[in-house]
């Protein structure tokens, strides 16, 4: 099945963990893929992709930079025709920290990357989206964004953001038939939570990170790629302005 046949696609993050996982999702279902990344990785992501004879462009920037991101979407629209769903999904962690002890520059970092990117790649997708006739917008939030108490608060104030700009995003974008939705991960095993998962290991703890979960188990990137992979389909056609929580079930048991 060709779910995006003809279709241009923007995943940001591309270099690794969900969004690499995503980006040869899109690209297995035909969708020609421009995978972005401040990590030159992302070359790697677009040249797996292309040996498995789809097609796929790699850009390495900074989705917290404007100029970058107005870059990225033009690259698209030169190669691959106009825009027809943007993925935001890069964005960084601040490690444990407890809120007395954050600066304002930790504050600031993180929320440029996970916040302000995403704005930027709605707004300067969207317009461009709207030209094919409609499309998707999708943003990585986190479960953290959804409830106070995980470990790093500026990260999960981030969050919180995206899921409210999502929300905008999808009152304003409606009536071009744009789409707009937010996936909310739980604990997934990616680049950015290596670290957990290798001290959990180190120190014999593997089933911890499965025992907190009622699926007894953390998630694979691929189990985030297939939620964004419908959400961006026409299968998703009245799913709009939501947060869909994709976390084995553990922010409800
Ligand atoms: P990851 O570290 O494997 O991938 C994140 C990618 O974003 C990296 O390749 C990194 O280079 C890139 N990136 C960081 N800053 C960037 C910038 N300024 N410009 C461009 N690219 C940049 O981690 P992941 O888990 O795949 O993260 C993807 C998204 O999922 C993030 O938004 C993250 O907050 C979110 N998320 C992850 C989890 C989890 O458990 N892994 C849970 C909830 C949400």
Redesign the pocket.
């Known amino acids: 099945r060709a779910r995006f046949a003809g279709k241009s696609i923007i995943v940001?993050?591309?270099?690794?963990?969900?969004?690499?996982?995503t980006a040869m999702a899109f690209a297995a279902e035909g969708g020609a893929v421009v995978c972005?990344?401040?990590?030159e990785?992302?070359h790697a992501t677009a040249a797996a992709i292309v040996a498995d004879g789809g097609t796929a462009r790699a850009i390495t920037?900074?989705?917290?930079?404007e100029a970058?991101v107005v870059h990225m979407v033009e690259l698209a629209g030169a190669a691959h025709g106009g825009i027809d769903v943007m993925y935001a999904?890069?964005?960084?962690?601040g490690g444990l920290t407890g809120l007395l002890e954050g600066t304002p520059e930790q504050w600031a970092d993180i929320l440029?990357?996970?916040l302000i990117?995403p704005f930027l790649a709605i707004k300067h997708a969207a317009p461009r989206i709207i030209e094919r006739g409609g499309g998707a917008i999708l943003c990585?939030?986190?479960?953290?964004g959804l409830r106070s108490g995980a470990g790093c608060p500026p990260?999960s104030a981030s969050?919180a953001g995206v899921i409210n700009l999502v929300q905008t995003a999808a009152q304003q974008l409606a009536g071009s038939n744009v789409r707009v939705n937010a996936i909310?991960?739980?604990?997934?095993?990616?680049?950015?939570?290596?670290r957990a998962y290798e001290h959990a290991r180190e120190v014999g703890k593997e089933d911890r990170i499965g025992r907190l979960n009622p699926l007894r188990r953390?998630?694979e990137?691929e189990e985030?790629a297939r939620v964004a992979l419908f959400l961006a389909s026409d299968e998703a056609s009245y799913v709009n302005g939501q947060a869909i929580v994709v976390d084995g079930g553990l922010s409800s048991s």
């Open positions: 940001t993050g591309a270099a690794s963990g969900i969004g690499r996982a972005a990344d401040l990590d990785a992302v920037l900074d989705a917290g930079r970058d999904n890069a964005g960084i962690s440029r990357v996970n990117g990585t939030a986190s479960v953290a990260y969050k909310c991960p739980g604990l997934i095993e990616t680049g950015m939570t290596a953390g998630g990137p985030i």
